[in-house]
């Protein structure tokens, strides 16, 4: 059975520091892995997706996401940290029966300090 | 645009009552999907449906009942058995490719026991 574990409920970084939020997945069949953005009272937003091909992968707002088969891992980085970064960011992976189901994490906000 | 519109914004239920969440999309997508969403909880699916006329029960639909007479549309209703129905709560929709190009979400209505 599939699954994501988002290690992390809230990370906080300074201004024009690194962002890496982590996420772990779980799946008997090779994954769709996926990262959402969310702000406040609003709905999710995609940032990336990896499917097939290139395992880095690049995203909006300069967000980018490396797939790891051997570590089971997509963690979402950003060079350089913005004020307007601040949101709640979910990793999700899809469920491949069919049903065009995904399995969400649990969400990390990401707090950005000046 | 295409997209999906989800109202009311914000919604009061009285204990007791029954209340009707909208969800209308306009991108032509085969699927739609209900989300709750509580603090640090994540995303827990409550219904899906991939074609009209047809939707099968998510990870928590005790409480909650939907339809789906028409492609656009997949409303929503929170039954008087759902006893903690405060939450956020989120319409997605994806074509028949959904676990490949990701979900499209609506901005979510925020309903509250009063």
């Known amino acids: 059975a599939q699954s994501v574990t988002q290690l992390g409920s809230h990370v906080s970084v300074s201004e024009g520091a690194l962002v890496l939020l982590r996420c772990n997945y779980s799946?008997?069949?090779?994954?769709?892995l996926f990262w959402y953005v969310q702000y406040p009272n609003q709905g999710l937003q995609l940032l990336l997706k990896?499917?097939?091909?290139?395992?880095l992968v690049k995203g909006i707002n300069g967000f980018e996401a490396e797939f790891k088969k051997s570590e089971t891992s997509f963690h979402l980085t950003k060079p350089s940290a913005h004020m307007s970064d601040a949101a709640e960011y979910f990793c999700?992976?899809?469920?491949?029966?069919?049903?065009?189901?995904?399995?969400f994490g649990t969400g990390t906000r990401l707090k950005v300090l000046a | 645009d295409g997209g999906i519109t989800q109202s009311p914004k914000y919604l009061f239920r009285k204990e007791g009552q029954n209340v009707t969440l909208s969800c209308e999309q306009n991108?032509?997508?085969?699927?739609m999907y209900w989300y709750r969403q509580d603090p640090g909880q994540g995303l827990r699916l409550i219904y899906y449906?991939?074609?009209?006329?047809?939707?099968q029960k998510g990870d928590i639909a005790e409480g909650y009942s939907v339809s789906r007479e028409k492609k656009e549309s997949f409303p929503l209703t929170v039954t008087s058995a759902q006893k903690n129905p405060t939450a956020f709560y989120l319409c997605?929709?994806?074509?028949?490719?959904?676990?490949?190009?990701?979900?499209?979400f609506g901005s979510g209505t925020r309903l509250t026991v009063v």
């Open positions: 991108l032509n997508h085969d699927a």
């Open positions: 997605a929709s994806s074509n028949t490719q959904g676990a490949f190009y990701g979900y499209t």
């Open positions: 999700a992976v899809s469920v491949t029966s069919g049903t065009y189901k995904y399995i």
């Open positions: 990896y499917t097939t091909g290139a395992t």
């Open positions: 449906s991939q074609i009209v006329n047809d939707f």
């Open positions: 799946s008997s069949v090779p994954p769709y």
